[in-house]
Each structure stands twice: as C-alpha cells, then as structure tokens.
C-alpha cells in the first residue's frame, strides 16, 4: 500500500513538473531572401522566466535553424544566454558563406546594455561557426526587410502559428506581421534606420 501511495505521488509530482515547465513551440517558416528563393526555417521558442501577473512568460530562448541551400551544411543562430541582453530577431539573409540576422532589442534596459545603438537594431554576422557583431550600417540595404515572424510570442501571433499544422508559406508570414504591427512599429517591417526606442535614456 505504501508503494502504490508513493509511485501515485511520483506520478503527480511529473505531472505538476511537466505542467508548470516551460512551454516550447516549434514551427516551420519561409523567409524571402533578397534574390526571391526562399529559405525554409525551423524556428522553435521556449517561453519562461519571470513576468507579471496576468500575462504570459516572455521568450527566454530561440533558435532558428535551416540548411544552406548552397553548402548543405546545417546552420543554426541561437539567441544570446542572457537575460540583460534579450532581442528579437527581424530577419535572416544569407551572403555566401555569411548569415546576417538583424535584431532588435526587447527593452529599454536590453537597448542601454547593447551600448544605446541608434538605429535602435543589433546586427549579428555568423561565419564559419563563429558569432560577431558589427556595425548595422554593414548590412546591405537590398536586405532591410523584415523576413521572420517577428514577436511570436504575442498571444496572436502564437495562436496563428499554432493553427499551421506544417509549413508558414512567406506571404502567410507576411501577413502575420502586418496584421499585428502598428504605429511606429511598422517602420520594423522595412526596417526603417530611423525606429527607436521612445522614452528610454540617451
């Protein structure tokens, strides 16, 4: 009887562990490259961390991964590992052997420990498995367009990504960003080097 009583405990202490851990999502997405090919993504979220009450937990890690159409090779970016310097990614644009993914930082807080950048975007270059950061200024202009579903952790976004049950065509994709981006915010969408973070410190 005891042993029924704590395998039945061991089973709802899973239960409880698994329903309170993080929740993971994982997509399949085209993003339009500069030339009009598409590049097929694997993108995945996983929502955690502290937030206020009544809203949902942010994103505290992302990865998109997709294979080089000309190499093969599998490429994965992975956000950064710190929770001071969350961004979210705009797009993803190959140049040979060089993969630039544009992000722009989640908060007033993530903005001032990126340095204040103005235009308010960070721009990672990966190469040869290596991450740099450089300059946004270096990234071409016929790529500045935003390419990637962009925020999917918005409860809206979330709920159309989760009604695919496979692949979210480009025009889908783009469609999804324009519906849920107003204001200033739709200057992301053609990344526009004059968005910034309103109300934050110079």
């Given at each position: 009887?005891?042993?029924?009583g704590?395998?039945?405990?061991?089973l709802?202490l899973?239960?409880?562990l698994?329903?309170?851990?993080?929740?993971?999502?994982?997509?399949?997405?085209?993003?339009?490259?500069?030339?009009?090919?598409?590049?097929?993504?694997?993108?995945?979220?996983?929502?955690?961390?502290g937030?206020e009450?009544?809203q949902?937990?942010p994103?505290?890690?992302?990865?998109?991964q997709?294979?080089h159409?000309?190499?093969?090779?599998?490429?994965?970016?992975?956000?950064i590992?710190d929770?001071?310097?969350?961004?979210?990614p705009?797009?993803?644009?190959?140049?040979?052997?060089?993969?630039?993914?544009?992000?722009?930082p989640?908060?007033?807080g993530?903005?001032l420990?990126?340095?204040k950048?103005?235009?308010?975007?960070?721009?990672?270059?990966q190469?040869?498995?290596?991450?740099?950061?450089?300059?946004?200024?270096h990234l071409p202009?016929?790529y500045?367009?935003?390419?990637?579903?962009?925020?999917?952790k918005n409860?809206?976004?979330?709920?159309?990504?989760?009604?695919?049950?496979g692949?979210i065509?480009?025009?889908?994709v783009?469609?999804?960003?324009r519906?849920?981006?107003d204001?200033?915010n739709?200057?992301l969408l053609?990344?526009?080097?004059?968005?910034n973070?309103?109300?934050c410190?110079?």
């Amino acid at each position: 009887m005891k042993k029924i009583g704590r395998f039945t405990l061991g089973l709802a202490l899973i239960f409880i562990l698994t329903a309170c851990g993080p929740k993971v999502v994982t997509w399949q997405e085209e993003a339009k490259q500069a030339d009009g090919s598409m590049l097929l993504l694997t993108r995945t979220i996983r929502m955690g961390g502290g937030s206020e009450i009544g809203q949902s937990a942010p994103v505290a890690a992302e990865s998109i991964q997709f294979t080089h159409p000309k190499t093969g090779k599998i490429i994965v970016w992975n956000s950064i590992n710190d929770p001071y310097l969350l961004a979210d990614p705009l797009l993803i644009q190959l140049e040979g052997d060089r993969v630039f993914v544009l992000l722009t930082p989640r908060s007033c807080g993530s903005w001032l420990r990126y340095g204040k950048p103005s235009p308010a975007f960070v721009l990672q270059v990966q190469q040869e498995g290596g991450v740099k950061h450089e300059d946004t200024g270096h990234l071409p202009e016929k790529y500045r367009y935003m390419n990637l579903i962009f925020h999917p952790k918005n409860e809206l976004r979330l709920e159309r990504i989760q009604q695919h049950k496979g692949l979210i065509n480009w025009s889908e994709v783009d469609g999804i960003n324009r519906s849920h981006l107003d204001g200033d915010n739709l200057k992301l969408l053609n990344v526009d080097y004059s968005y910034n973070f309103e109300n934050c410190e110079r």
